[in-house]
Structure formats: C-alpha cells, structure tokens
C-alpha cells in the first residue's frame, strides 16, 4: 500500500488537561520530515480485519459539527488554507479532549491528512483521507515533544510505539480493502478494550464487528424460534443462517436478507421492524454482515454446568429436544476419548 501524509497537526489529551492549555503543533505545506512511521500507523488502521477490535461509524444525521471537522480537516489544501485545517483539528482535539475517560491514559493525538492507494485495496484509486491517532505516551515522552513543540529532531521510533502496538486510531471515510469490505463513514480500531469516549467524541453510530452482529442477530433469532415452536436454534439452524453466503453477489448482507433467513430459521414471517426492534437498533439499514465472518460453531450449555460445543457441520451428530420436563441433548458418534481436567 502507498500513503502520502500531506499535514498533520498534534497536541496532548488528557483527563487532567484543560481545553484552554491543549496546546497545537502543526506539519504541513512541503512535509520534509520523515514521517514513515506515521504512514505506516495510518495503514495499520486501513489493512485491519472484520475483527471485534474493528467497528464502524454513521453519521445518520448529515452536517454534524465533527463530521464537518473531519471533511475540513481531509479536504483543505494546508499550503492554501492553513488556518481552515488547524482550527478544525483543534475543534477535534478539544472536543476528544472534553469526553476522554477519567481513567485514560495521557496521550498525543496526532489529526493526519494522507492519500492511500496501491495493494490490498479493493480499488485503483487514490483516496484522500485523514487519520487520527491517540498514541499513548508516558510524561517523559511528552515532554520531549512538548519541549519545542516539534518533531523535526525526535527520533520517532525511540518516543512512539511500534505500528503493530497502535492502541487507537480511525481513518474517514472508510476505505474497503481485502480483508474489509463493510460500508461506513468511519472506521476504528482500538486495541484490547473498546473505549466509548473514542466513539462519542465524533457524534456518530457505532456498529459492531460482523461476526459480533451476526452472533446478535442469530441470539435473536433463537428466542424467536423458541417462542414460536418450543425449541431454540440448533446446529442445522445455524448451517440454514451460514446460507446468507448464498443471498449475496457482494459479500455483504444487510436487514433485508437476514430478515428473509430468520423467517425461514424460525417458521413464520418475521419482519425488519420485528429484529430491529429486538436488536436494540435504531436504524436497521445499518446493519451489515460480510459474510465471511458468519458464526460456525454452535454451543448448548445445560443448567450451567455441562457445556457442549461442536461445529455446525456436525449438526447430524448432535440432537437437542426441549420440553417442559427439561432437556436432552444426544450425541451420536464413533469413538470415544475421556479425558479428566483441572482439580
């Protein structure tokens, strides 16, 4: 993949620090310093996986003030305009610096226009972005940036952590690559733990990971199936929901097609207003599933004390039966391995 980085302004954020001692430090018009590992910071973001650390953002209501920031800040040519560009990444650093958690760590949060193109892309194009990086760094590290407020004489690589350790960072708008392939506005990845102040800062919806939706979706689909017929769903149920696969040229379902699966999952029409409604959703159209993330194993656990887990290809292996004197699960098979665990 090839990045350009075009500008690029920083300054600290912290639960301590006041909006008014947030102070700015800016790269922009001919970049001469060596930024590689900033490019190589914004690739981690844009090559991340349909994996629960990864989860994407709408903005459902047009012309908000951050989505205008961001659209500012990636838009706005710095060698013409740099004021435009500087005073909508302060307006992002601030706002991010009013609802970071009290328990956060101190960081640099670096607001990054670049053009991405090349391999793992799902197009030929170049596309203009920006990035922005919270990279936590402990005080002495800030202070030596702070210093002189520039990065021309820091050795980068020795104060901020190694792409593969990049803990928080999104880039607008999303740009799909080989490994994803979801719609949105934002993508962002936080390593670890999800933190909301890094979502809310930003005004917009946050949608899971895929395989996170899916798993939702099915739960969902489960008690529908109980309610209606007596029986949650099984492991056949499960290789009826992986059939998404089959309702898609793109790869990527949305409510509609899930909708027509849980019919068929749970025996009687069940509408996109229904799921919505039990999914907790406010905007169904925002669902979407890669279908190559769909769930593949299937687990009954009884009274909370026998678990059984097996993957739904074995589905004619293992038999559920619900009623009200209790449940029996049948496993049928072969052979047999016993094996005693922990004390």
């Not at 047009?62 to 500087?86: C, Q």
């Not at 492991?235 to 949305?254: N, P, Q």
């Not at 509408?271 to 039990?278: N, T």
């Not at 887990?309 to 619900?322: G, I, L, Q, Y």
Request: proline letters at 3%; a negative charge.
């Amino acid at each position: 993949m090839n990045s350009e980085i075009h500008s690029m302004t920083y300054s600290p954020v912290s639960p301590d620090l006041d909006n008014a001692n947030q102070w700015k430090e800016s790269v922009g018009g001919d970049v001469d310093e060596d930024l590689e590992l900033f490019e190589r910071y914004i690739q981690q973001v844009v090559v991340k996986t349909d994996i629960a650390d990864v989860t994407r953002g709408d903005f459902v209501t047009s012309d908000t003030d951050s989505e205008e920031w961001l659209e500012t800040a990636r838009t706005t040519d710095f060698d013409g305009s740099p004021d435009d560009f500087e005073a909508a990444s302060k307006a992002l650093a601030e706002e991010l610096n009013s609802q970071i958690h009290p328990r956060a760590n101190d960081g640099v949060l670096f607001i990054i226009q670049a053009t991405i193109s090349g391999e793992t892309l799902l197009d030929d194009d170049e596309h203009q972005i920006v990035s922005i990086l919270k990279l936590d760094l402990v005080e002495e590290q800030r202070l030596k940036l702070a210093d002189d407020r520039g990065i021309e004489e820091l050795d980068l690589e020795d104060i901020f952590p190694e792409p593969k350790e990049l803990q928080k960072g999104l880039i607008y708008p999303i740009v799909q690559s080989e490994g994803y392939r979801l719609p949105g506005d934002v993508k962002f990845y936080q390593s670890g733990s999800v933190s909301d102040y890094f979502h809310e800062f930003l005004q917009c919806d946050i949608e899971e990971g895929s395989l996170e939706q899916a798993k939702n979706v099915f739960e969902v689909v489960s008690e529908l199936k109980k309610e209606h017929t007596g029986q949650s769903a099984d492991g056949a149920d499960t290789s009826r929901f992986r059939d998404l696969k089959d309702r898609t040229d793109s790869g990527i379902v949305g409510i509609d097609e899930v909708t027509e699966v849980a019919s068929d999952i749970v025996g009687r029409e069940v509408s996109r207003d229904e799921l919505a409604d039990r999914l907790g959703v406010d905007n169904p159209d925002a669902l979407a599933i890669d279908t190559e993330n769909l769930p593949s194993t299937v687990k009954y656990e009884v009274d909370k004390q026998i678990r059984v887990r097996f993957p739904s290809t074995a589905e004619d292996m293992v038999e559920k039966e619900e009623s009200d004197d209790g449940v029996t699960v049948t496993i049928r098979g072969t052979e047999l391995d016993t094996e005693v665990l922990d004390s």
